[in-house]
């Protein structure tokens, strides 16, 4: 019954009034909003991981970011995530601050400038226009070989 409810909830939304097919809703099913996802790696002056030695433990390092407080940004199970900080791109357009704490003595400044766009579906996109952390721009590095994620590197 189910199923059948969420089927007949899908239809009206399939097709514009004109018979065309909705973009929003392409063969009659809804749009995976895309969430870009973003990569910080921490690493000493010889390049060597400080999540994956040990410098800084995966379960205390925390992101702020105005009244908001993310936890879990290092998944330790996820296969080539478990030596990042890991976060979605959000916020507002402009320059955004965000604290990362890594552990309770030590918390970082990123401040990340995003462009926000809508979609006409409504579909908030943010694209990463530059990221610096600590008051030092970073260059984005291409996190896989898709392209679609990037990454900085800071050294500490």
Wanted: aromatic share 8%.
């Amino acid at each position: 019954m189910k199923k059948l409810l969420f089927v007949l909830l899908l239809l009206p939304f399939g097709c514009n009034e004109d018979g065309k097919e909705d973009p929003c809703f392409p063969n009659g099913f809804v749009i995976d909003p895309l969430v870009r996802n973003f990569f910080i790696e921490l690493v000493n002056t010889d390049g060597e991981n400080l999540i994956e030695n040990g410098t800084f433990k995966r379960d205390e390092i925390e992101l702020r970011y105005k009244e908001s407080k993310i936890t879990g940004v290092v998944f330790e199970s996820v296969a080539g995530l478990e030596n990042v900080i890991t976060m979605n791109l959000f916020g507002d357009e402009g320059d955004n601050v965000f604290l990362v704490d890594l552990n309770a003595s030590v918390t970082d400044t990123l401040t990340l400038n995003l462009t926000k766009t809508v979609t006409e579906c409504g579909i908030t996109d943010f694209s990463l226009n530059s990221a610096t952390y600590n008051s030092m721009e970073k260059a984005l590095l291409p996190f896989n070989e898709n392209g679609d994620s990037e990454k900085i590197v800071v050294i500490k």
